[in-house]
Every structure is written in structure tokens, then in C-alpha cells.
Nanobody, 123 residues
């Protein structure tokens, strides 16, 4: 499975961005998808995850209420809508996939990773 993330960029605090992640998987709907981020000098951290059907989502407390994950299985695409962005959201954002996961917040459980897209939020 290959993942291609896009949509990052430079935005002012309070602005919005929508990231996309397109998967090459033939059976994309079988995969749980996750978003993670890594800021300079910091470890990669969980942002959010969505179940194979899109019926279940989970978010890190730091983004809850501001970020929304959705997916379109017909387009093999998962989205991360980011609103009310803050400078501390600045990071490289990665999408990840796995067909079966026990702990969706644990990045070590994801088998497939995209290349990352840079999000920079200016104050």
C-alpha cells in the first residue's frame, strides 16, 4: 500500500487547511487510517484516526474540536480538516494505514506510511 499525502502549506494562526491522503490499496475500505505529526526536535505524535467505514473517529486532546478526519472510500482518500490552527500545530503531518490494529493511537501499529506534508502556522 502506498500513501501520498498533500495539502500542507503556510497559514496564519486561526486559519484552516485540509490535508488529503490517497492510498493505492485495492481494498482501501479494509484499512484503518491515522494521522500523525512530528514537529522539529519532537517525537511523532498521534493526531487522529478513522475506522474503515468512517463511522468511528478518535482525536488527540490537543486537536479535538478543531480537526476533523473523514474518508471517501470510493476515492481511496482520507482527509484531515484543520481549523483554528495554532503555531503549535506546525509540524510534518503523516498519514498511515493498517488493516488490523489493537491500539489505533500507537504509531508503531501502523504498517504503511505516507511521505509527510509540511504544515506551518505563523503567529
Amino acid at each position: 500500500v502506498q500513501l501520498q499525502a498533500s495539502g500542507g502549506g503556510l497559514v496564519q494562526a486561526g486559519g484552516s487547511l485540509r490535508l488529503s491522503c490517497v492510498a493505492s490499496a485495492r481494498t482501501f475500505s479494509n484499512y484503518r487510517m491515522g494521522w500523525f505529526r512530528q514537529a522539529p526536535g519532537k517525537e511523532r505524535e498521534f493526531v487522529g484516526t478513522i475506522s474503515w467505514s468512517g463511522g468511528s473517529t478518535d482525536y488527540a486532546d490537543s486537536v479535538k474540536g478543531r480537526f476533523t478526519i473523514s474518508r471517501d472510500n470510493a476515492k481511496n482518500t482520507v482527509y484531515l480538516q484543520m481549523n483554528s490552527l495554532k503555531p503549535e500545530d506546525t509540524a510534518v503531518y503523516f498519514c498511515a494505514a493498517r488493516d488490523w490494529i489493537i491500539s489505533p493511537r500507537d504509531d508503531h501499529e501502523y504498517r504503511y506510511w505516507g511521505q509527510g506534508t509540511q504544515v506551518t502556522v505563523s503567529s
